[in-house]
């Protein structure tokens, strides 16, 4: 346990709405990332950050954003959902000298 | 550029048999490996991971893998199915450095029979 959580840990939302997912972590890990979940794509990376204030794009980061305030949560944005964008997120933390990511439980989020 | 590739999306093998999950990888730098289980609504947990230490590596519950460099291969094995192994496994291949860029196979679900 890497003393992760996410909240909400599901969610439905109706389209054009925006959303916001948290992650939280207890351990003061400096790295943190976002993926999505889906069939047959395995994890996709969508932001991570390096850093507080310090968050750079992964490979599926369109309408998404992020942000990062204090060391220990780490926040997801979809500014105005669309379906496309109904999946599971997971929030995983690195440590500084390791090479292995420890991840949260996962927020479901549907958008209708 | 990276990549990782799972071999078999669907893997069903009777319990008490061996279980062989294969995965290649290709990586520009000496990469970092790793093997992912997935339980049905459940986050991902760590199997076992290769960092340029010994080349077969051991996990948890009775897992290994062995990372072959020259078949640019990182298969997992079990001796012996057990109903608890049926879930979905990643392979995650990973490059050290800066953010560490890392790329996820895209699972293979294992089934077991009793």
């Known amino acids: 346990d890497a003393g992760i959580t996410q909240s909400p840990r599901h969610k439905v939302t109706e389209t054009g709405t925006p959303v916001t997912l948290r992650c939280h972590q207890t351990?003061?890990?400096?790295?943190m990332y976002w993926y999505r979940q889906d069939p047959g794509h395995g994890l996709r990376l969508i932001h991570y950050?390096?850093?507080?204030?310090?968050?750079d794009k992964g490979e599926v980061s369109d309408g998404y954003s992020v942000s990062r305030s204090k060391t220990e949560d780490f926040l997801l944005t979809l500014e105005s959902a669309t379906s496309s964008q109904t999946s599971v997120y997971f929030c995983?933390?690195?440590?500084?000298?390791?090479?292995?990511?420890?991840f949260g439980p996962g927020t479901r989020l549907t958008v209708t | 550029a990276q990549s990782v590739t799972q071999l078999d999306s669907h893997v069903s093998v009777s319990e008490g048999t061996p279980v062989l999950l294969r995965c290649n990888y290709s990586s520009s730098y000496s990469p970092s490996l790793f093997w992912y289980v997935q339980h049905p609504n459940k986050g991902l947990q760590l199997l076992l991971k290769y960092t340029s230490a010994a080349t077969l590596v051991k996990g948890i519950n009775g897992f290994e893998a062995e990372f072959k460099k020259s078949e640019t291969s990182f298969h997992l094995t079990k001796p012996s199915a057990h109903m608890s192994d049926a879930a979905e496994y990643f392979c995650v291949v990973s490059e050290s450095g800066g953010y560490q860029k890392v790329t996820f196979g895209t699972g293979t679900k294992l089934q077991v029979i009793p």
């Open positions: 950050s390096y850093g507080v204030k310090d968050t």
């Open positions: 995983a933390i690195r440590w500084d000298r390791g090479y292995e990511q420890y």
């Open positions: 351990e003061n890990h400096r790295y």
